[in-house]
């Protein structure tokens, strides 16, 4: 049954995956994923802090669904998070947000993204990016959009350049507590435009525009 909250019905699909606005029901499939660890401890770690996935078990669940049940309830024009859970032939295999703050007025978005460790390495995180970047663009009209990574985050990076990002400066943040570099990453509408893909579908746009005080 859909939901009566419009932002849990959204979805983009593409000729490999899917993101599913992350009901409750999809959450409870991403645990056993979470409790595995989406951090390994041998790669740089990729995210800045607070980060409930640098805790244990179970903190790390609760602190994770808490987080997304408080971004939820947050929706409205001055700031808005949605959540897509990323689905491999229906497995859900990771998330992918897209971030508005003052949407209506600057048109400007963010992503952040994250993929279980077996899931890497085959192309899904671009292919999600690429989703979330046709949401943003083409149904909702954005006209910028930028991304930040550490600088030992070439997977993240790559993506970015590979999607036809450019660079846009550095910034600074900690993680685990200790200091360090991001790359931030600007992609304009003309950018993505020239690039295009035309095989992306989107479902439930139009029912969610009036939440984020878009006119429809």
């Given at each position: 049954?859909?939901?009566?909250?419009?932002?849990?019905?959204?979805?983009?699909?593409?000729?490999?995956?899917?993101?599913?606005?992350?009901?409750?029901?999809?959450?409870?499939?991403?645990?056993?994923?979470?409790?595995?660890?989406?951090?390994?401890?041998?790669?740089?770690?990729?995210?800045?802090?607070?980060m409930?996935?640098?805790?244990?078990?179970?903190?790390r669940?609760?602190?994770?669904?808490r987080?997304?049940?408080?971004?939820?309830?947050?929706?409205?024009?001055?700031?808005?998070?949605?959540?897509?859970?990323?689905?491999d032939?229906?497995?859900?295999?990771?998330?992918?947000?897209?971030i508005?703050?003052?949407?209506?007025a600057?048109?400007?978005?963010?992503?952040?993204?994250?993929?279980?460790?077996?899931?890497?390495?085959?192309?899904?995180?671009?292919?999600a990016?690429?989703?979330?970047?046709?949401?943003?663009?083409?149904?909702?009209?954005?006209?910028?959009?930028?991304?930040?990574?550490?600088?030992?985050?070439?997977?993240?990076?790559?993506?970015?350049?590979?999607?036809?990002?450019?660079?846009?400066?550095?910034?600074?943040?900690?993680?685990?507590?200790?200091?360090?570099?991001?790359?931030r990453?600007?992609?304009?509408?003309?950018?993505?435009?020239?690039?295009?893909r035309?095989?992306?579908?989107?479902?439930?746009?139009?029912?969610?525009k009036p939440?984020?005080?878009?006119p429809?």
């Amino acid at each position: 049954m859909p939901s009566t909250y419009p932002p849990l019905n959204l979805a983009v699909r593409t000729p490999r995956l899917t993101l599913a606005a992350a009901t409750d029901d999809l959450l409870e499939r991403l645990v056993p994923v979470v409790r595995a660890g989406v951090v390994i401890d041998h790669e740089p770690v990729p995210f800045d802090d607070p980060m409930s996935f640098y805790e244990d078990n179970p903190t790390r669940e609760w602190r994770w669904m808490r987080s997304i049940w408080s971004g939820r309830s947050r929706v409205n024009s001055a700031f808005w998070r949605l959540y897509f859970v990323i689905c491999d032939d229906g497995e859900p295999v990771g998330m992918q947000d897209l971030i508005g703050t003052d949407f209506a007025a600057v048109g400007t978005v963010e992503s952040f993204s994250w993929l279980a460790p077996a899931a890497r390495g085959r192309g899904l995180g671009k292919e999600a990016r690429a989703a979330i970047l046709h949401l943003a663009f083409e149904g909702f009209d954005a006209l910028e959009a930028s991304s930040e990574a550490f600088t030992d985050n070439h997977a993240s990076n790559r993506v970015s350049e590979a999607l036809g990002y450019t660079r846009n400066g550095t910034t600074w943040a900690t993680r685990r507590g200790e200091a360090a570099e991001l790359l931030r990453w600007r992609l304009t509408r003309d950018g993505w435009a020239s690039r295009r893909r035309h095989d992306i579908e989107l479902s439930g746009v139009e029912e969610c525009k009036p939440v984020f005080g878009l006119p429809t």
